[in-house]
């Protein structure tokens, strides 16, 4: 077995120097009525190419990469992603190392994720950042647990409905066992009005939460929604989309008190939905109760300078019950994937990429909307996304994309309930730096717009589907 | 300070009585329980405590350990400084490590706590169990 | 060969006008940004990222790699980490397109081949723990005792008991008491042993019809196994409570007992740990928790099930439960982790999956008998996959505590085992060798450890002296936290 080192003699003599008669021994903690009578029923071992080859055949029964096009959004996207991040994060050394307790032996990663904490400080304008939490929607979470122990109000949390529904499910599972209220403030337009919340945010709001762009891909009016929380004592929490960081305002520069995200976008691939990276950032007068790591530096007993995790106190293998969370991990290799993109891209990489994200999508939109029964469902501005309704049924629309080689969605029917009942024959549609104008011009052709100039793309094949 | 004249919580606070107002302070066994003294949090000026309530908390490397008031009051004065230099609370406990100052609400809350000799026997049967 | 030059801060190395990564132009027709999107929504400046070049980019991170330690470079006998060996075929296949590049909103019926790794995934793990009904939704072991207790929480709810309280040991991980108190519960901790084993009567002198939950790490963070588990499942039981098993130490037991046949009603399995994922310097992890059938219809969204599809076919399909506790986390799961759990499991099969166990518990029970003259184990003379040893004899008469002893191992090319930890066992020296190690670096790690018993406790004191940097200051990093590049910090 390749993994294993011990030979029958080898195995002799260490239960020699262990004093047993068999490895059987070694087991006799476990009593007998506990012990498996049979072999456990796994499928049959599998050598490396056996492994390959049925693992191939099932990647293979996925509709994905090759030569589909990607125009599917929700919160992860199909973003280029430079070969020297994944040069990166493929040095074992990087992602075979442990969590970086013994600072001695882990200068590699402390470093990196400071480097991480720091560029994500300068990508938000924010105070802090820690080295990370799971995904975008344990992050509004933590938020929002942060915000009731800065106010010291555990009742009351808003949230707006045009944040991603499942970052709000999460939320609301979150606060299931706890005496809060979580009230969600329904969208007009795919945004929501401002003065919808002045009756809804008081004294007793720990923390009001939205995403900008939001769920549907319009833009909120984030410096007046943070203004409106400050005046009643309430933290602003903000969900923002790193690559839009590029063009958009950034959440420090409009007053927010929390800046989360979904780091997806960095450099991370889509994966069938995980693992990918909670971007948490606050307020400096915050730094003592937020969640997570933080990475600090410091320096040795002779003076060099050196990085250390810091504030350990507060996390759960010291504080224990008291924790600031429960959370064990951060995400560190997803840290260093985007703090690999973000060193690559710079300031300049970044603003390309959100320019062609918008500009591209304004065409797609444009394009798409001159096709008779199709519109935006909104009369909002947007950033890279928007939410289309179409004549018919989005699942009709989404089919005749899909068999011409376009992934469009998801659809808003996937997500049931969380989504206003008006809404529920709806669609988003995604465009990334990496669609083409052409690409853009097939899809609309395939759809029954304009002719589109050139040879189309591959279609769904039956054998594809299963 | 006279450490005999003061009053003991088990959760190593000490209190010093002038009539309606006390001083609240932490003791040096806890201190160096601690070890290294990084942060401290401490109270607002008005609010109004009782006994046995966290009225704030002090963190070390190691841990992070809330303080609870040994008695019942409002909270007249508050030891700012102390953020700002920890030092002090290592190395002065008693005196200017001194944490807050309390109005007496109920000066009878005071009866549970300690004397220095009940203490320092609370201090070694703790030492004992560690 | 190190090269310090690169391994400066990013942004001492940038330089204005450098740049890695170019975009093409624009393709589509030129509209000025403010006709698109507000120009009170537009930034007036770019973000002050550093400007760096590709090759200095890759320079800076392949050199700072070179300052850690890893699995792939040393011996890392972390306790109940797990540090076993990372297959470098997962790399390659989890990389593969149709796997990679699969966006998480794919519909059912273009997404078939995963679906139907996710449900075998599903299957073998309800094999091993001997619990029917999985989830592979939580982000990593702690979110997955998270979502058993609050899948506890609803069963009793929707049975109108109320039951606020948890139990756990003294020598529970830290996260067993946070998870508890975030899901609601009051949390008891009980007194154990000096084994860290469970004292029965403290058990029964805290159970009431107010239990919801008691939470059991088994083999105990002493590496050993709770010979009173059945009696304690029982007892739980009749108390009408739940006992969930925390799986880190999974690695002992794979093929040899399983939590559901000794009493567990619900567990949580860590693929960064038994099932190879990699540790990542700190993450990303994966907590599938696998319950009993009673508790199938609180499992949080979403499940895979499989169903006969119209030409008699497999169908795979994502589902949510009927009375779904909801979501932990956004999308699936840590898909990419799941992934080369399945992978590591389809290569072992049920004799490798076994084996893992038997091979790491004899490393584990070599390596301590090798130490037991210089570090000896309290509890005993057998342990399972891991062992706390204690420096209390040595911090006595030599003043060599299990930090020095940590820190000089690095000297000696060692990754140091947890020191400090289970709290029940003063100087610990928590150690978890794993199977994929030899007898040959476990003798090196013996020897090191021989040697450095017999150097003078001052030297010790100030090791490592061979890193690039010993003994970090952490009080000062805690009094006054410099968590990002300053300018005057350059």
Same mark, same amino acid.
């Given at each position: ?126 105070d802090v950042s820690n080295a990370s939490l799971y995904e975008a929607g344990t992050a509004v ?72 762009? #939001? ?68 307020? #400096? ?88 029964g199709v519109q935006l469902a909104f009369d909002r501005p947007f950033f890279k996304e928007f ?11 989404? +089919?005749? +994309? ?42 609309? +052709? ?21 | ?122 201090c070694a049967d703790e030492s004992e169990h560690a | 060969m190190r090269n310090l030059l690169a ?484």
């Amino acid at each position: 077995m390749s993994y294993l080192f011990n030979t029958p003699d080898q195995r002799r003599e260490m239960l020699r120097t262990i004093g047993a008669e068999s490895i059987d021994e070694l087991f006799q903690q476990v009593p007998a009525d506990c012990r498996l009578a049979r072999p456990l029923d796994l499928p049959p071992a599998l050598t490396e190419m056996e492994l390959e080859r049925t693992v191939r055949s099932l990647a293979g029964k996925n509709v994905a990469g090759g030569d589909r096009v990607c125009l599917m959004g929700g919160g992860v996207y199909d973003h280029f992603i430079p070969a020297a991040v994944d040069e990166v994060v493929s040095r074992g050394e990087f992602y075979t190392a442990y969590t970086p307790y013994q600072a001695e032996a882990s200068q590699g990663s402390l470093q990196a994720f400071f480097e991480y904490q720091s560029l994500v400080c300068r990508l938000t304008g924010m105070d802090v950042s820690n080295a990370s939490l799971y995904e975008a929607g344990t992050a509004v979470s933590e938020a929002a647990f942060m915000a009731m122990r800065v106010t010291g109000r555990h009742e009351k949390v808003v949230v707006l409905g045009s944040v991603h529904p499942e970052y709000r499910q999460v939320l609301e599972t979150y606060l299931s066992n706890l005496k809060c209220e979580l009230v969600v403030v329904g969208t007009h337009n795919g945004t929501v009005d401002p003065a919808d919340l002045k009756k809804l945010v008081d004294d007793r709001t720990a923390c009001l939460i939205f995403q900008h762009p #939001n769920f549907f891909g319009c833009l909120e009016e984030p410096e007046e929604l943070c203004r409106q929380a400050r005046s009643v004592g309430a933290l602003s929490v903000v969900a923002f989309d790193p690559i839009s960081l590029g063009i958009l305002r950034r959440p420090g520069d409009y007053g927010a008190d929390v800046a989360v995200a979904e780091g997806q976008s960095l450099g991370i691939p889509m994966q069938y939905g995980g693992p990918f990276l909670g971007i948490f950032t606050c307020r #400096n007068e915050f730094v003592r109760k937020m969640p997570g790591r933080l990475v600090g530096r410091t320096t040795d007993r002779q003076g060099r300078p050196c990085y250390v995790l810091t504030l350990q106190a507060r996390e759960q293998h010291i504080r224990r019950e008291k924790a600031t969370s429960n959370i064990c991990t951060n995400q560190g290799l997803l840290a260093l994937r985007a703090t690999a993109y973000l060193s690559l891209v710079g300031p300049q990489g970044l603003k390309e990429a959100s320019e062609l994200c918008c500009r591209k999508a304004h065409y797609a939109a444009e394009r798409l909307t001159r096709i008779p029964g199709v519109q935006l469902a909104f009369d909002r501005p947007f950033f890279k996304e928007f939410t289309l309704r179409c004549d018919g049924g989005v699942e009709a629309f989404c +089919a005749r +994309a899909r068999d011409a080689g376009f992934d469009l969605g998801p659809t808003m029917r996937r997500f049931g309930e969380a989504v206003d009942e008006p809404l529920s024959d709806a669609l988003l549609v995604a465009v990334t730096e990496k669609r083409t104008r052409r690409e853009i011009d097939e899809l609309v +052709a395939a759809l029954g717009g304009l002719e589109a100039t050139a040879v189309g793309i591959p279609a769904l094949r039956e054998t594809q589907l299963g | 300070m006279d450490l005999n004249s003061l009053k003991y919580a088990k959760s190593h606070e000490w209190i010093s009585v002038q009539g309606q107002t006390a001083t609240v302070g932490i003791t040096d066994f806890a201190v160096k329980q601690l070890t290294d003294l990084v942060h401290i949090e401490l109270p607002r000026k008005g609010r109004t405590i009782r006994q046995g309530e966290t009225f704030g908390e002090v963190e070390s490397v190691k841990a992070v350990s809330d303080l609870y008031a040994p008695a019942t009051g409002e909270i007249v004065e508050v030891n700012e400084a102390l953020a700002d230099d920890l030092g002090v609370l290592s190395d002065d406990p008693f005196g200017k490590g001194w944490m807050m100052k309390l109005k007496l609400s109920d000066p009878s809350s005071l009866s549970g706590l300690m004397d220095r000799a009940a203490y320092e026997a609370h201090c070694a049967d703790e030492s004992e169990h560690a | 060969m190190r090269n310090l030059l690169a391994t400066q801060p990013l942004v001492e190395l940038a330089h204005p006008g450098r740049r890695g990564c170019t975009f093409p132009e624009s393709d589509v027709p030129p509209r000025p940004l403010d006709s698109l999107i507000p120009k009170s929504q537009l930034a007036a400046t770019a973000c002050e990222l550093p400007e760096l070049a590709e090759p200095d980019v890759i320079r800076h991170f392949v050199n700072l790699s070179t300052l850690n330690m890893s699995v792939d470079t040393h011996f890392y006998p972390l306790g109940s980490c797990t540090m076993k060996y990372n297959p470098k075929r997962h790399e390659r296949l989890s990389r593969l397109p149709g796997l990679v590049d699969l966006h998480p909103y794919q519909i059912d019926e273009a997404a078939q081949g995963m679906l139907a790794i996710l449900y075998e995934l599903q299957q073998m793990l309800a094999e091993i723990s001997g619990l029917p009904a999985v989830s592979l939704h939580p982000a990593a072991g702690a979110q997955g005792e998270l979502t058993a207790l609050l899948v506890a929480a609803a069963y009793f709810h929707d049975k109108g008991e109320r039951r606020t309280k948890v139990l756990f040991p003294a020598s529970a991980h830290g996260t067993n008491p946070a998870s508890a108190a975030l899901a609601g519960f009051e949390c008891v901790q009980l007194d154990v042993s000096a084994e860290g084993l469970v004292d029965l009567e403290e058990l029964k002198a805290n159970l009431d019809e107010s239990t919801a939950v008691f939470m059991i790490t088994n083999p105990n963070t002493l590496g050993l196994f709770e010979p009173e588990i059945a009696r304690i499942s029982r007892l739980l039981h009749q108390a009408g409570g739940l006992v969930y098993v925390d799986g880190a130490n999974m690695n002992a037991i794979l093929g040899i007992t399983r939590p559901g046949d000794f009493g567990g009603d619900m567990m949580h399995f860590n693929v960064h740990k038994t099932f190879t994922g990699p540790h990542g310097a700190g993450g990303p992890g994966a907590g599938p928790i696998a319950v009993r059938d009673f508790l199938a219809d609180y499992l949080p969204a979403p499940v895979v099930i499989r169903e006969a599809g119209p030409s008699g076919k497999a169908l795979y399909r994502l589902s949510v439960p009927g009375k779904s506790i909801g979501r932990m986390r956004s999308f699936f799961g840590n898909v990419g982790i799941l992934l080369r759990g399945y992978l590591y499991l389809r290569t072992l099969g049920a004799q490798g999956v076994k084996a893992v166990s038997e091979n790491a518990v004899l490393n584990a029970n070599y390596l301590m008998a090798r130490l037991a003259d210089v570090l000896p184990t309290p509890h005993g003379k057998r342990c399972m996959h891991e062992f706390v040893a204690s420096a209390r004899n040595l911090y006595k008469e030599r003043g060599i505590s299990a930090m020095d002893l940590a820190k000089r191992l690095l000297d000696y090319g060692f990754h140091a085992p947890t020191v400090y930890f289970p709290l029940v066992v003063a100087e610990a020296m928590m150690m978890e060798p794993t199977e994929t190690e030899s007898k040959e670096t476990l003798d090196a790690f013996s020897d090191a450890i021989h040697k450095i018993v017999a150097e003078d406790p001052k030297f010790l004191h100030d090791a490592p002296h061979s890193t690039l940097v010993s003994r970090p200051d952490d009080v000062q990093a805690a009094r006054k936290p410099i968590l990002k590049w300053e300018p005057s910090a350059s």
